[in-house]
């Protein structure tokens, strides 16, 4: 099987909201958002070691009393064609499984969905869905993709499946009509997370670094005002 875990935190509190899990990066994206803290795993994966799966299973086995499941990360989980047979190896562990994604490969989620594989889904919407801001907000130059990104936003609100939407809200890349824009375009969804730009951590553009995020207020401020049409609409 052609998986392999790059970087793992052991116990996390924060990537599911009410679950204790195992958060696990895969390398590689075929997103460039300038705004990501994750450059080195997409750029240069071969500087991170390879971290063997027998050392991730004994791990979940033995803490089975309290880890709940795995968060999938990355990177992009679903560039990778065998992670339903992963997903199935760590169901069978009887663990529950929540995945990460930035959208791009709809018939990799259909397939994970009509299997049960997956638990709980977090799409990333990187900007409104229109092409000129879709791709100054993922780097990308191929329209195809950001009409994939559509077509899992429309598997994931027509799923059973919880689930939540995000976008991460970066000054340069995003207006309030912006964020208002994407909320109209999931009306009814069942969640929906503004994440505050933290220019804290190395971007993968290095200039979004010198960029000053928007206060705490605003973005509390528009996740009120994207209630309009999600009513779960959080921020963070
Ligand atoms: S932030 Fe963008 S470039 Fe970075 S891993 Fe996520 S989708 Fe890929």
Known sequence: MNITIKQMIETSLIDWEGKIVSTLYLPLCNFMCPFCYNGELILRPDNFKNIPQKEIDSYLLERKDFIDGICMSGGEPTLYPDLPVYFKGIKDKGFLIKLDTNGTNPKLLKNLLDFGLVDYIALDIKSSLDFGNYSKAAG????????????????????????????????????????????????????????????????????????????DEKIQNLSEKAKKYVPNCCWR
């Open 140 to 215: 990308i130059i191929d329209k195809m993709m950001m009409e994939k990104v559509k077509n899992s936003i429309e598997l994931i609100i027509n799923s059973k499946i919880d689930y939540e939407f995000r976008t991460t809200v970066v000054p340069l890349l995003h207006s309030d009509e912006t964020i208002m824009e994407i909320a109209r375009y999931i009306a009814g969804a069942k969640k929906y997370v503004l994440q505050n730009f933290s220019p804290l951590e190395k971007t993968l553009d290095p200039s979004f670094q010198k960029i000053k995020p928007y206060s």
